[in-house]
Antibody, heavy 122, light 106 residues
């Protein structure tokens, strides 16, 4: 079955950096666009970044542009999010999610990981 | 940015009831709307996309309707496992955006 497992979250000081990972299994990872979302309590998810199956197309939300970098290693079935210059506004649960379609972007996500909590505090 | 507004914020219902959740878009999104269910401590679960297409494995008691700016998620007979928060998400206009959610509680 499809499984997405995030790791790498934790407590970081303002201005610090953190790298999230998402390990995928149960499907052909290299066929799918992947997306990072984040969510704070009581709010809907927010799109942070997406990356195409071949990593040729990448998008960042305005709030993270220039500070976050998404990447993937299809040989390791893994997705990454390098986060730097973190602020309190970046504190959230971060989810990786799979696009519903193969080799294309539908912007509908049919499988999500369980999330990784990022806390930004001094 | 397309703003998605969900109503009501909270819905108090009993098992077996029929419930309808509303979602409005600040501009037309055609039928590019998805619904997700989220339970406490869990990831969102895709229920509906393209306004009315049920995702794989989703029970028939869940149905979606609407186009343009107004959409509805209907649960025909609420089961105990359906108590959760429901989010709508548009993907017609960039960036894709989610509503604030409707909590369905007992």
């Amino acid at each position: 079955q499809v499984l997405l497992v995030e790791s790498g979250g934790g407590l970081v000081k303002p201005g610090g950096s953190l790298r999230l990972s998402c390990a995928a299994s149960g499907f052909t990872f290299s066929d799918y666009y992947m997306t990072w979302f984040r969510q704070t309590p009581g709010r809907g998810p927010e799109l942070v970044s997406y990356i195409s199956h071949s990593a040729t197309t990448i998008y960042y939300g305005d709030s993270v542009k220039g500070r976050f970098t998404v990447s993937r290693d299809n040989s390791k079935n893994s997705l990454y999010l390098q986060m730097s210059n973190l602020t309190a506004e970046d504190a959230a649960v971060y989810y990786c999610a799979r696009d519903r379609l193969r080799f294309s972007s539908s912007w509908v996500h049919d499988f999500w990981g369980q999330g990784s909590l990022v806390t930004v505090s001094s | 940015e397309t703003v998605m507004t969900q109503s009501p914020a909270t819905l108090s219902v009993s098992p077996g009831e029929r419930v309808s959740l509303s979602c409005s878009a600040s501009q037309s999104i055609s039928s590019s709307l998805a619904w997700y269910q989220q339970k406490p401590g869990q990831a969102p679960r895709l229920l509906i996309y393209t306004s009315s297409t049920r995702a794989t494995g989703i029970p028939a008691r869940f149905s979606g309707s609407g186009s343009g700016t107004d959409f509805t998620l209907t649960i025909s007979s609420l089961q105990s496992e359906d108590f959760a928060v429901y989010y709508c998400q548009q993907y017609n206009n960039w960036p894709l955006t989610f509503g604030g959610g409707t909590k369905v509680e007992i």
